[in-house]
T-cell receptor, first 113, second 113 residues
């Protein structure tokens, strides 16, 4: 049981390049989330999904797109990377249930030059 | 007013000390509460849930005061391995919130020999 995994662990992009971050979970969780964490800002929600085929915007969605084609995978896309998107990206998942909390992946460090 | 507020610290304490972290939340509709621990350059991990009756897990005690919208975490007999950032987390879990978590920015703890 690997829990939540993220690919890649680290990436350097040039401004304007695109990339996709992959999140996978093997816990059969319905809900999945993408966050970014910046110094002094805490964790901020980018997009989330409450089930296969559904996605919704979080607090800071601009510049990102997501897809949830399979229940176990949640993809975060950057179509045209900007230096402001330099951050650590965390994926999380949780089961359905009012009192349930979230379980995080190890993070992806992204540097946009 | 920010939704979840914490003293950022850092708290620098000697081994064996007792240290307390406080957190306030602004939304009275908040339903569930958690403390997460985040080590440097790692993902947040659930430390403990917080219940109205208060709960204890070894050296850690969490308290919730719904009337004051206040959450606390007490660490007794601090160990070097307790050095980390502690995140106060609230689950709104009402209406369209889909149970999204709101994270405080975290309080940094450094335990010294």
């Amino acid at each position: 049981n690997a829990g939540v995994t993220q690919t890649p662990k680290f990436r350097v992009l040039k401004t304007g390049q695109s990339m996709t971050l992959l999140c996978a979970q093997d816990m059969n969780h319905e809900y999945m989330y993408w966050y970014r964490q910046d110094p002094g800002m805490g964790l901020r929600l980018i997009h989330y999904s409450v089930g296969e085929g559904t996605t919704a915007k979080g607090e800071v969605p601009d510049g990102y797109n997501v897809s949830r084609l399979k229940k176990q995978n949640f993809l975060l896309g950057l179509e045209s990377a900007a230096p402001s998107q330099t951050s650590v990206y965390f994926c999380a998942s949780r089961p359905v249930g009012a009192q349930e909390t979230q379980y995080f992946g190890p993070g992806t460090r992204l540097l946009v030059l | 007013r920010k939704e979840v507020e914490q003293d950022p610290g850092p708290f620098n304490v000697p081994e064996g000390a007792t240290v307390a972290f406080n957190c306030t939340y602004s939304n009275s509709a908040s339903q569930s509460f958690f403390w997460y621990r985040q080590d440097c350059r790692k993902e947040p991990k659930l430390l403990m849930s917080v219940y109205s009756s208060g709960n204890e897990d070894g050296r850690f005690t969490a308290q919730l005061n719904r009337a004051s919208q206040y959450i606390s975490l007490l660490i007794r007999d601090s160990k070097l391995s307790d050095s980390a950032t502690y995140l106060c987390v609230v689950n709104l879990n009402y209406g369209g919130s889909q149970g999204n978590l709101i994270f405080g920015k975290g309080t940094k703890l450094s335990v010294k020999p």
